[in-house]
């Protein structure tokens, strides 16, 4: 059987970290030969410090034959790291027992989370990549432990039924026509089904980008003039007009089908 090889789990500076180390380098080196600093034998100390600090905590990237090694021996670590590993759910939501098991999980994994983080480091040297080594990236979704006295219980959101036919998009030009019709159909677009979607967009598209859609849309319903407040009737309020809306998409769709049959 091949031993692995492990490799150090000395702290080293994350990329911001790195950026951070850098900037107080070259602030020392220009306070060195500033003129109106007067003690620049402790600048001169400070600067080998950071330097030295700098040289031994940056990431280097692996060698060729390393690099091999690094991405094998980092899989194996993450295999075995996120065993046992506390879920997002279970982090956030804190229910009996998970403070416990996240103690538990942490102790078992110590030298492994700083390898795995250190060859992370190393693999994405000088890429920029913030999020290399962030564990919460392979944190489990699923949950083993019982929810119903968690400290923070969440909610429940039931989204609408998925459905198998091409999902209706409304562009920002449409969206914007359908909050001049109906602002309440817009705000209640997301818990709309795709099928009742569809039929909105219908009536969206069927009008056009026109100058004032809601005049277009209720004139094609023959209600204009009540639209504009006849003698002796109410102007529509926005629930009537979100109706008329409704009813027109309806109608189409009937229509439609009507003639597909």
Excluded: C
């Amino acid at each position: 059987m091949q031993t692995q090889t492990v490799f150090d789990t000395k702290p080293l500076l994350r990329p911001d970290q790195v950026e951070s180390a850098k900037d107080e380098i070259k602030n020392l080196e220009e306070k060195l030969v500033n003129k109106h600093i007067e003690d620049k034998a402790e600048v001169s100390r400070q600067l080998r410090r950071a330097k030295k600090d700098f040289e031994n905590q940056v990431p280097r990237a692996p060698g060729v034959d390393e690099e091999g090694k690094m991405v094998s021996r980092s899989r194996d670590l993450l295999d075995e790291i996120v065993k046992g590993m506390p879920s997002q759910e279970e982090m956030r939501k804190n229910p009996p027992g998970a403070v416990d098991k996240h103690r538990a999980w942490e102790r078992r994994n110590k030298l492994r989370i700083l390898e795995w983080k250190n060859i992370m480091l190393r693999l994405t040297a000088g890429s920029g990549d913030r999020d290399a080594a962030n564990l919460e990236r392979h944190r489990p979704r699923m949950s083993s432990l019982n929810m119903d006295n968690a400290e923070i219980p969440g909610k429940q959101i039931y989204l609408p039924e998925t459905t198998t036919g091409p999902a209706a998009v409304f562009s920002d030009a449409q969206l914007a026509v359908l909050r001049q019709l109906s602002p309440e159909i817009a705000d209640k677009l997301a818990s709309l089904d795709n099928a009742q979607r569809a039929k909105v967009k219908d009536v969206v598209e069927g009008i056009g980008l026109t100058v004032d859609p809601v005049a277009s849309a209720l004139g094609k319903l023959g209600v204009e003039k009540r639209l504009k407040g006849k003698k002796g009737r109410k102007p529509w309020t926005a629930d009537q007009k979100a109706a008329a809306i409704l009813r027109l998409a309806e109608a189409r769709a009937a229509k439609a089908a009507k003639k597909a049959a």
